[in-house]
Every structure is written in structure tokens, then in C-alpha cells.
């Protein structure tokens, strides 16, 4: 089971109170882009084992949309922050750095 | 490698079966194979028994990380069906479920292969629309499945509730020639075939890099030395993405995990599989008795093979208004597996950007019942380059846009 902390109303809760919104922080390409960028932007994705950024919504909360950085592997959360960002920032990568040293996700490491 | 036959059992009854020879010896890795399939699940297995049975090519190893059919292939609700809406899915379905009928005897291996039909509930009205008209799209494609009544549903199966307040039976697709097998024995069957035909099936090896020069694969590093080969193929579901890393391409697949469940063994009471899509459950009875149940999968990208406990909730609490009978059961043991989901939810049948290595994967939720199909069409690919199997199944297909849309098909449960 997996327990996710809302970094907007604090609520803390089981999965069942949040729904996944897949992989984080994908570039988006519309028109004008080439086709494999727009390729990419629609289907291609990490799929890590391990290390993992993605999209979830607190839909039986506050309703918000944020970030989670968690691992595949085992299941643990390494933290929750704000969606108005491009990149995870420093805590969170500490946090990750602490448990999985040299863990790499896309451009992150 | 000695015949199974009613012979040799009576020979080996004779003797306190001591007769019997080890089903394929566990070998150890050459320098060098012609081919490498990664992955000996039922897929791998299987695309490795056609190489050698279709094209006469046996210098194959097939290595697994793990132990033999110990992923996927030990971990779904064996159910076999091709009613499927797509042409391409219909095509390479049917073909499965055809080898399957002879595959006891192809191997020499009993899969138990149980052709008790398999319906496929209609529970809302968009349903009972969405499956006549596969079963339309089904007759065009030659695959013999039909539309039945809610009199014939209670009549097949007479455990169920047809008029449950929340998801009452308004019909169902119904394809006789669908089944269940022993899915153990598909693995092992294959297996012994492989190695009957010389080729190595080697366990506890794990890939752990993919060497390429000038664009084009030169073989893997495992965790049992380097091994060297012209062809690749990656047959790994869940583990796709991380291979795929290993030979630097990306794909279209998210690996999620999907459950299933069985209850205490009861006396016969079901001799049909069936599904509920609407509810995310299905439900057969195996031949010990118990009731083999398998669900949704989850919503996050998960490697643990673990799934998460409000889904087995949800398909139980569902399937118990349609089949009041079995609330009284206890459920005996639950089991994860990683299931590899594509954006159209169809399979990947494919070459890739790198010379060589030939992908298949992407199954999701529905490899088992397309072991033998997706075997023979792998190896026609990685042989010939080319399969009219495996035409409208390509990686590439996502730049095009042409889908083989069966998410809209089929529901969730494939």
C-alpha cells in the first residue's frame, strides 16, 4: 500500500485517496514539432525501475494536482511537492541521493 | 529426449519410475549463439521453439533472470480467447487459440488445454452494443463467437445472478472454442521442446547490458558472463522499459501491476470461464476446484509484484453481486504480476532502432492466451525480417498514428 502526503492541505492518506496522473515533468511539443518529438511527448516514457517522478491528484481532498518521487522498486516515497515546476527540487533530489546514490531520471540525477 | 506416451508410463510403472529423464537439462552459457532470446517466459519460450521448429534455426539460448515461466507465465488466470474487435488482434489471437488446440501434441507435453468456452458479460447497455458488435466484426474475421441472450447466459452458468440491482446481465459475447490451459505446462512443454532441439535454457542469468557496434547488437553482458549473438530478441513484459534502457531507446510501455486471486477448492460448480469488464473481474474453476479470480490492474508504475489491496476489494465486491454463491468462500492465496502496457494496449511485435534486436512485448494484461501465436509470428520476424503477423504491430506504428485501438474494444481486462 502506498501512503502519499498532499503538499498542498498537508492531508496525509493511503493511495485510495489520490488517483495517479503517470510519468512527471514531460516536455510537451505541439505543432510545428518534428514527428518523433511529438512522438516521444505522447508515448514514450521512462518506465524506470526505480526512481520515478510522476503526476498524482488528490481527488478526494483539496482536488489538486502535484508531484510524488518514488520508487518502483520498493514502493517508497521519497517525497511530494508543488506541480508549478519544471524540475524536482533540491530537497527532494537530496532526499533520493541519501537512499539511491547515482540514481539518474532523464536529465535529473 | 524420450517420448511421452501411455507406453512409457507403463514402462515406468514397471520399474518405480526410475526411468524418467530430466524434462531439459539446465545449461550452462557458450561464448556465442545465433540468436538470444531474453526471457524465458511463455513468449520467449515459445518464439524460441518456432525459430527452431519453423526455420531449422536451434543455435538459440533463451536465458532467464529469474526461473523458468516464474513471471507472468506462473501468474495469470490461464484464459485463452481471440474475440477480439481489431483485425490485426483478431489475426494473431485466433492464431494462438488455433495452436493451442494442438499444442499437447505438437510438444508431447500435456498443457491441459480446456476449450470450455469463454463469455465475456454484458452488464450495461453499452456493453451488450460494444460486443454484438465485435461479434459482427468477429464473423467477417472468421472467428466463431456469437451473441447470446441472458436465458442462455443462466443456463451455461447457473451460479449467476441476472438481475443484480447494480450490474444486471443483459447478454454476453460467447466464444465456444475459448479456454484455460495449464499455464506451467505451456512454459515447461516449450521448454522441453527447446532443449530437444539443442538449444539452451538458461536460468538464474540476468542481463545487465545489451553491447552494440556501429548501430547493430554484438550480444549481452549477464551476471554469467558475456555472451555473443546476431540476433536479439527481448521477450521480457514487465521488464521492457528496463531493457530497453540497456539498448537506449525508449518505448511506448508502462509497467503497472495487475492481481489475481484463488479461493478454497469447491465441487464443480462452473464449467465456463467469464469475465465482467464492466466490474474488472473474471472468474473460472480450475481443475483442482478452486475459483481462479483476476482483477484490474493498478494506476501507478510499479515493479513489486505486489498489488495494491482495495483493487482485490473492488473486483471481489463485485463479482460477489453477480455470483452471490461464492461470498460465502475463503480465499485461499493472491499474487501480483508486472504487466507491461502499451498506449493502445495492443502488443509490440517489432524491430527497433538498433540492428538486430527484435522487441516483443506489451501484452499488458492478456500475454497468456497469445503464447503460441506471438511465438510464431516473433520467430517468422526475427528469421525472415518480416511477418504479415506482425505488420500492423510495430513500435513505429505510434508516430503514424495507427493504432490498434483495443483499450476501446475490450475494456480494461484483455
Known sequence: ?109 | MRKYSVFAVAREALRDHTGWDRAWPNAAPKKRYDVIIIGAGGHGLATAYYLGKNFGITNVAIIEKGWLGGGNTGRNTTIIRSNYLQDPSAAIYEKSRSLYETMSQDLNYNVMFSPRGVMMLAQTEHEKRGYLRTAHANKLQGVATRFIGPEEVKKLVPIINLHGPRYPVLGALWQERGGTARHDAVAWGYARACAAMGMDVIQKCEVTGITKENGRVTGVNTTRGDIACDKLGVVVAGHTGVLADMAGFRLPVESLALQALVSEPIKPCMDVVVMANTVHGYMSQSDKGEMVIGGGTDGFNNYTQRGSFHHIEETVRALVETFPMISRLKMLRQWGGIVDMTGDRSPILSKTPVEGIFMNCGWGTGGFKAIPGSGWAMAELMAKGHSPLTEEFSMFRFREGKFIDESVAAGVAH
Open chain 1, 1 to 109: 500500500m502506498l501512503y502519499l502526503e498532499c503538499p498542498y492541505c498537508g492531508v496525509k492518506g493511503e493511495e485510495t485517496e489520490f488517483h495517479a496522473g503517470g510519468e512527471a515533468h514531460l516536455k510537451r511539443f505541439g505543432p510545428g514539432s518534428s514527428d518523433q518529438e511529438f512522438e516521444s511527448y505522447l508515448f514514450a516514457r521512462e518506465n524506470p525501475k526505480g526512481v520515478h517522478f510522476e503526476r498524482w491528484r488528490h481527488v478526494n481532498g483539496c482536488g489538486k494536482w502535484f508531484h510524488a518521487a518514488r520508487c518502483t522498486a520498493s514502493l517508497e516515497v521519497f517525497g511530494t511537492y508543488s506541480a508549478q515546476t519544471t524540475e524536482p527540487p533540491k530537497a527532494i533530489k537530496d532526499a533520493i541521493s541519501a537512499k539511491r546514490p547515482g540514481w539518474r531520471w532523464r536529465d535529473f540525477s
